[in-house]
């Protein structure tokens, strides 16, 4: 990759990708090491907390609020990257295709006051949708039920959410990586180990078509030895089109065709840079941010900048959650174009149905 093609990243972004050199083990050295035994003794207390969190919902010492409605959550075992939205937007769709009205719940991360990007993303995908955010979705539920009149709800983020019944918990697992590096925060990035799998009624491996089949087979095994009577879904987000702020679209074949610059700020970028070169992509460069970056004038500054060594012919894209965030149809004197993704079900997309209809009387 040529100088243009370096990717650049925020001092935060650059701090976050040396952790995870740490603890993916690829730095060496006796820092290093010491580092790593200091992250996994901060491990202990975590994981001691997140048992007794757990035992106590059990156990009924700490509340569980059932509403009146039927609830499903969408969650994962590890922090960020596993593409929750495309798969809420699933859900979502599966149950407005049943004449159902829906709301979406979620906490609202990276938000910063207002709606944040998944937030976005889902009001322009799913616009009969309503999406509500905050600290207390007991409260949320509620409101969804009797201000809105919905007739199902879906907990975005919501497997660690406790508070909150629900009658279908979705566990979604990386299959490019499922398990944090192997450790719970902050020496890896498990929130819950392995074991929770047994809350899951089923679990959605996502980017299945980024790994081989032997892969796959391993993560079933070790999943069932967790959650034996859970169906397990193999998925991929499979891209649609491009589409820009103002909602034109445009065909995925201007990817093949041009050279492209490509950006992000979500939780696995490399999976956003494997979808566009498995699409045929010449990527000629390539930058990062932050997962739920909020991007200020000096960043679209430098963007603009950016922009401005990109080949004649070349295309500008990122992701949806970016470009909800950006709202502009150009930057300087180029179309900035994001790719437009879709939960696609490429194993046991009858298992899922079948659990969603059960969900629901």
């Excluded at 299959?175 to 590096?181: C, D, L, N, Q």
């Excluded at 499979?238 to 679209?249: D, I, Q």
């Amino acid at each position: 990759m040529s100088a243009l093609g370096e990717s650049h990243r925020s001092v935060s972004d650059a701090t976050r990708q040396r952790f995870l050199a740490l603890i993916r083990g690829e730095t060496r050295g006796v820092t290093s090491g010491c580092a790593r035994f200091g992250l996994r003794l901060a491990s202990l207390p975590y994981g001691l907390a997140v048992s007794l969190r757990n035992r106590m919902f059990a156990s009924a010492w700490k509340a569980v609020h059932r509403v009146a409605i039927p609830v499903v959550s969408v969650g994962n075992l590890t922090t960020g990257g596993t593409g929750k939205t495309p798969c809420v937007e699933y859900v979502a769709s599966f149950y407005r295709r049943n004449d159902l009205r829906v709301a979406v719940l979620s906490r609202g991360y990276g938000s910063a006051g207002g709606r944040n990007d998944e937030a976005l993303v889902l009001e322009e995908n799913l616009p009969d949708v309503p999406h509500l955010q905050g600290v207390d979705r007991v409260s949320l539920a509620r409101t969804a039920i009797e201000e809105l009149e919905s007739e199902v709800l879906v907990l975005d983020d919501g497997f660690q959410h406790r508070r909150l019944a629900r009658d279908l918990d979705l566990v979604l697992i990386d299959a490019t990586e499922p398990w944090g590096y192997g450790y719970l925060l902050p020496r890896g990035l498990m929130r819950e180990p392995k074991s929770s799998l047994r809350r899951a009624g089923l679990v959605v491996l996502t980017r299945c078509d980024q790994v081989d089949g032997r892969r796959i087979e391993a993560l079933r095994r070790e999943i069932s030895r967790y959650a034996p009577a859970a169906p397990v879904v193999e998925t991929k987000h499979g891209p649609v089109e491009l589409v820009n702020s103002s909602r034109a679209v445009a065909t995925l074949d201007e990817l093949r065709t041009r050279p492209v610059l490509a950006f992000c700020g979500i939780g696995n970028p490399e999976a956003f840079r494997r979808t566009l070169t498995d699409l045929g992509a010449d990527i000629c460069a390539f930058r990062t941010y932050p997962d739920h970056h909020p991007y200020s004038r000096a960043d679209v500054d430098s963007l603009r900048d950016w922009f401005r060594e990109l080949p004649a012919d070349g295309i500008a894209v990122t992701t949806q959650k970016d470009l909800v965030k950006l709202r502009v149809d150009r930057l300087g004197d180029r179309a900035l174009w994001s790719l437009r993704v879709r939960l696609q079900v490429l194993a046991g997309q009858r298992e899922l149905e079948d659990r969603l209809q059960g969900a629901v009387p």
